[in-house]
């Protein structure tokens, strides 16, 4: 069965101190790791896909990385209106690769 | 205009009541989905369709039906509701791209919270 952990479950950090999420994940083969932004009430707003390990997407102040095992999603910089819960999932390949599996997510605060 | 709309928005209902919960996309998408969200359980999957005539069962499907009337159109019923079926729900739409690698991205809509006195 397909896992997504995502850690920690809550961050809160200060306008421009840089930090990452982590998401780890077991899959029995990888189509797709995605990354998703939330804000409170609202639908998941897509950010990245990623495919393979090395890979690596970078959009403004965002950046996220693939490995075997998991995924970082790195914020540089970060603003107040970065705060969000981001969501990562993951897409099998194969007969189930319709299905994405998603992490809980982290909370993220940033403080001005 | 948003690419995936959701009606109602927000809806309050009682025990036992039939309810329905619509979605429409302008992005041109075969692909439909229906999760529900809870906190602390994540994004599960209730039902999805691939075209008009292919309906499937998600994870979680009990108690729920749905209804693909066109290829843009995908309703999600609730056909007694009860407590415990109030969530937040999306509705999520996709399509395969071949471009150097084959994705299925998905795409939510806005989302409909729903509570169930």
């Known amino acids: 069965e397909d896992q997504v952990t995502q850690s920690p479950e809550a961050l809160r950090l200060q306008e421009g101190e840089s930090s990452s999420l982590n998401c780890s994940y077991t899959v029995s083969g990888l189509r797709g790791l995605f990354w998703y932004r939330q804000d409170p009430g609202k639908g998941p707003e897509f950010l990245f896909t990623l495919y393979s390990a090395g890979e690596e997407k970078e959009k403004e102040r965002l950046k996220a990385t693939l490995t075997k095992k998991e995924s970082f999603l790195h914020i540089t910089a970060p603003k107040p209106e970065d705060s969000a819960t981001y969501l990562c999932a993951v897409q099998p390949s194969g007969g189930s690769n319709y299905k994405l599996t998603f992490g809980k997510g982290t909370l993220l605060t940033v403080n001005p | 205009d948003a690419d995936v709309t959701q009606t109602p928005r927000n809806r309050i209902t009682k025990t036992g009541k039939r309810i329905m919960l619509e979605c429409s996309q302008t992005k041109g998408h075969d692909r439909m989905y229906w999760y529900r969200q809870d906190p602390g359980l994540g994004l599960r999957l209730i039902y999805y369709s691939f075209d008009v005539k292919d309906i499937n069962k998600g994870e979680i499907s009990d108690g729920y039906s749905v209804s693909r009337q066109a290829q843009a159109k995908f309703s999600l019923s609730l056909e007694s509701a009860i407590p415990n079926q109030t969530a937040l729900y999306f509705c999520?739409?996709?399509?395969?791209?071949?471009?150097?690698?084959?994705?299925?991205?998905?795409?939510f809509g806005p989302g409909t919270r729903l509570t169930v006195l």
């Open positions: 999520a739409t996709s399509t395969t791209q071949y471009t150097g690698q084959t994705t299925d991205t998905q795409y």
